[in-house]
């Protein structure tokens, strides 16, 4: 079973007053992360039309350690924990692995994403292309919806 | 039973590339109603340390509609779910009201947030004068633990 | 001579780690006047096709003085100080007035922005209805070029 | 003579409903920029003091051509063109470089950065060892004020 690995770059604003990197900030990593995979890698291999329109329509995130702003990337690491007729739910980890393979976890998050067909205005049915694409990241049983 | 109302403005930059107010962007305004209500209005009834340092724990939220940018602000509404021992849980929409009493709801959420002690680098419990702020705003029982 | 008079509000976010509102956000408050003064309040004085595209060519600013976050909004006070044939000059002060009209500058900038055709994709020139309104907010003689 | 090359990502997020990347998030990229050379690459020869307080005085930026995301990074490269007796001068371009050496400019700036000694709360002078890592990336003649 695959994992994406996203390497998101920091960025020295992503922190508040309070020094560390804010709450907000972690869920642009996501989105990133969520970026890159469904729109970039999925386009790759021949489901482009993530890219075309899709929307979220709920996160969950719980925040494990502070983490401060430095010059190497954080990992997101984002798995498909479920893909319905007409939705898909990603989890990730947001997360350092020390040359050990001892984890720091910063984040730990999942979100329900609808493919949106912008043209018509509203939500779509996943294709059979999106789902082959999908099941390749998937870390449970294929529910179809 | 007491509700904390924020009228939160809205920044054209709020709106990402798809033309609409980009999911990350809500966890911000979340973010300025529970500035407003546990930082100003707490500290002007006697509660100001939740200023000094408070870490989110946890977010959980639903999008329900897309908002697009508009020179009025949006509704903020939040209420108190639970008044833990160190840590306590609010609960939000963000939301229109029209002059007939209909609302538009465009987020619903929930944030476990715990009171921290900077100098001390560690979670604090919630104070006598904190918990009698914070019931004011309480939706259900108060659960000491 | 007239003024644009936008009461910016600031999020908590607008710091960063060195607890002062960040000096790119500063040009997010310059955004949000202009958007206020080129896009709604010329659209209610019937030059409505600014909000249509509109592209910043040019910024200068200078900084005088930190900020802090507060509830209260700075004032961004704008005025126009050239009008091309396609292009034209704003400059703005970020402040605080006191009650008795003490001033604080935080920041002085100026902007050249360039009325765009999307359809078309190419700059367009000011019509006479954008002049007239641009006119008002006129600091010096019109230029027509 | 040499210059500071910073490969900057870019994020969805930072395009605006026009679906370029917004002209304020260009001075973050300047940041970013900022970041590696005073701080991060400073500290490593040496003259680590800018990270502990550094003000912005003075912002320049011309817009050339719209940029719109992808998944490359960016070039920012930048050079000082005055170090002062407490200030300097840094110019950028941001842009793309073809295979053929051919450059796609996106933006040009400068800033003013005037180093700040955060526990005295004032600007300081420019150390030996700071004068010599920046006149490494010095464009012009040193002035000394």
Redesign the interface.
Known sequence: MARHIYAC?L???D?????HV???VF??YL??AR??FM??QAAEAGAGEFAG?S?????????RR?LV?R?EPVTVETRVTRIGGASLTVAYEIKDTAADGTETVYVQASTVVVPYD?AEGRPRRISPVEREFLSRFMDEEVVAV
């Open positions: 770059p960025r020295w604003s922190m508040d007053a309070f020094g804010n709450n907000v869920l642009r989105e990133e970026i890159d729109f970039t329109g929307v979220v329509a709920r996160h969950e995130i719980d925040y502070p702003h010059p912008l």
